[in-house]
Nanobody, 128 residues
Framework: VQLQASGGGLVQTGGSLRLSCAAS????????MGWFRQAPGKEREFVAA????????DYSDSVKGRFTISRDNAKNTLYLQMNTLRPEDTAVYYC??????????????????????WGQGTLVTVSS
């Protein structure tokens, strides 16, 4: 699975961005997907996850209510809609993927080690 993230950029506090992750090599409809981020000098952290059934989502407490993960199966693309952005959201955002299994059909994986494939990252900078 190849993952190509895009959509990052510079935005003011309170603004919005939508990240995209184009996947190739496997249909997203049978792939668990997610987003992680890493801010300068900090550990990588979980942001959002989507089960391969598309029915289950999970979010970190810091983004819950502001970010939305979704996908378009026809375009084989994962999205992260980010609203009400804050300076602490500044980070490189990575989309991740894991081959779907029966056990993972309705599981939103939140650990980095759960994922097999990582995209190259897209930088989001939120100015105060």
């Amino acid at each position: 699975v190849q993952l190509q993230a895009s959509g990052g950029g510079l935005v003011q506090t309170g603004g919005s961005l939508r990240l995209s992750c184009a996947a190739s090599g496997r249909a997203l409809s049978i792939t668990n997907m997610g987003w992680f981020r890493q801010a300068p000098g900090k550990e990588r952290e979980f942001v959002a996850a989507l089960s391969w059934s598309g029915r289950i989502t999970d979010y970190s407490d810091s983004v819950k209510g502001r970010f939305t993960i979704s996908r378009d199966n026809a375009k084989n693309t994962l999205y992260l809609q980010m609203n009400t952005l804050r300076p602490e959201d500044t980070a490189v955002y990575y989309c991740v993927a894991r081959r779907g299994t029966v056990d993972g059909r309705n599981t939103a994986y939140t650990q980095g080690d759960d994922y097999e494939y990582w995209g190259q990252g897209t930088l989001v900078t939120v100015s105060s």
